[in-house]
């Protein structure tokens, strides 16, 4: 059974960080890419970073670039992305998801991942 599991999730001030972790299982890790995603209330889900679990090839969203680090332990199975210099903005529910590669660069179209978490609420207050 697929499973994606994040954690880490919180309040935090404006100016503060956040760690979030995607623990992965029941999937060949490194035959996938895992994404970070976001949605806000009444927003659509978009991609924030992502990772190359193959290759270790990052790509993220010009939002957060800058701030925002995706890392990957293969040992462990589990993805990072640690959160700098957040904003108000930033809040919103965090998903991690999974991207068979297949030989593809990493993106972040939401569409074709293939396994999702459940989430983790992130808030960052002003």
């Known amino acids: 059974e697929v499973q994606l599991v994040e954690s880490g999730g919180g309040l935090v001030q404006a100016g503060g960080s956040l760690r979030l972790s995607c623990a992965a299982s029941?999937?060949?890790?490194?035959?996938?890419?895992i994404g970070w995603f976001r949605q806000a209330p009444g927003k659509e889900r978009e991609g924030v970073a992502c990772i190359s679990n193959s290759d270790g090839s990052t790509y993220y969203a010009e939002s957060v670039e800058g701030r925002f680090t995706i890392s990957s332990d293969n040992a462990k199975n589990t993805v990072y992305l640690q959160m700098n210099s957040l904003k108000p903005e930033d809040t919103a529910v965090y998903y991690c998801?999974?991207?068979?590669?297949?030989?593809?660069?990493?993106?972040?179209?939401?569409?074709?991942?293939?396994?999702w978490g459940q989430g983790t609420q992130v808030t960052v207050s002003s």
């Open positions: 998801a999974a991207l068979f590669l297949g030989g593809i660069v990493v993106h972040l179209k939401v569409n074709e991942y293939d396994y």
């Open positions: 029941g999937f060949t890790f490194d035959r996938y890419a």
